[in-house]
């Protein structure tokens, strides 16, 4: 590969000169300005883009970081915004916590060291800290999905995890279901509380009571749904209906369902949080709460670059909130006065 020394030997000017030049510097004669320019497509100079980005403070890199980068939802998170950053001729350095404060805060201290000009985050609860450093760096910062506790001062895109869960649960209440379950996340988690509260909430509107063991709160990753569905199929009184916090955990319940001989919608009805693509082809297909994940991404993106422009965002602390869609498939029935009687028998 040609060097920025062969670019300056070949147009006979000096390497300061063809950076001045690649920098869109004034001082340059047109006629020096030419000769680079030939010698450039002549050679097929590639320039470094970080360099060139670090002599005008820039890295051209934007740091994401996820919770879990095997999510579905999380990755077509990370494609919009990446999508948002090739652009604006940015590349997007992707890091992944495993759900661990601590690997989260070491992570957010490399990113506030300067090696990235922007973070969007996708916090595992516990990243208070870690976004203040950003803060008092100068790097601009917005939320994903989630806004830890103590975090007001950045913008998050999210959807209505509250709204959005209270419509999964009322969408079962109208098909008869009275004795709901629950598979939830850790209660330090955002997502996690108010989607449980839309629960509850949508229960507590049609007057029924949810029995605490029915809610199985603390689990995460296929392995976390299925123990926890294990646990609400060994009840001595399982619900009828089983609502999962997210898609992971969902396939993990269902495959607890495969293993028990437990079949949908005719012998439990099931809704999950975050859609997928291979939902609508599995056997029942399940209904699920879809989320533009793709776009919530790309808005993150686009706040991050409003930023670096120096033009005015969302005030601080503002969400940015985006719709969600209820996909009714074949996961869910009706309860008939039959099995009602079948059950209490």
Known sequence: MASIRDVARTAGVSTATVVRVLNGGATVSADRTERVIRAVKELDYVTNGVAAGLSRGRTGLLGLLVSDIANPFTAQAARGLEDEAVRRNYQVLISSSDFDPGREAQILKSFARRTVDAVALMSTGEAAEGVQRLIRNGIPTVLIDRRPPDVLSVPLVRTDSLSAARDAVRHLIALGHTDLGMIS??????????????????????????????????????????????????????????????????????????????????????????????????????????????????????????????IAGPAAGRDVVLPTELRVRRSCAQVTATRAADRIQ
């Open 185 to 310: 996340g850790p209660p330090g988690m955002a997502t996690a509380a108010q989607r449980l509260a839309g629960f509850r909430a949508a229960c507590a509107e049609a007057g029924l009571r949810v029995r605490p063991e029915c809610v199985r709160e603390g689990f995460l990753g296929s392995e976390g749904g299925h123990r926890a569905m294990l646990e609400i199929l060994d009840l001595p009184v399982r619900p009828t209906a089983v609502f999962s916090f997210n898609n992971m955990l969902a396939v993990g319940a269902l495959g607890a369902l495969r293993e028990r001989g437990v079949h949908l919608p005719e012998d439990l009805s099931m809704i999950t949080f975050d859609d997928t693509d291979l939902f609508p082809f599995i056997d029942p297909p399940l209904t699920a709460i879809a989320q533009p994940a793709y776009e919530i991404g790309s808005a993150a993106g686009k706040l991050l670059f409003d930023e670096l422009d120096g």
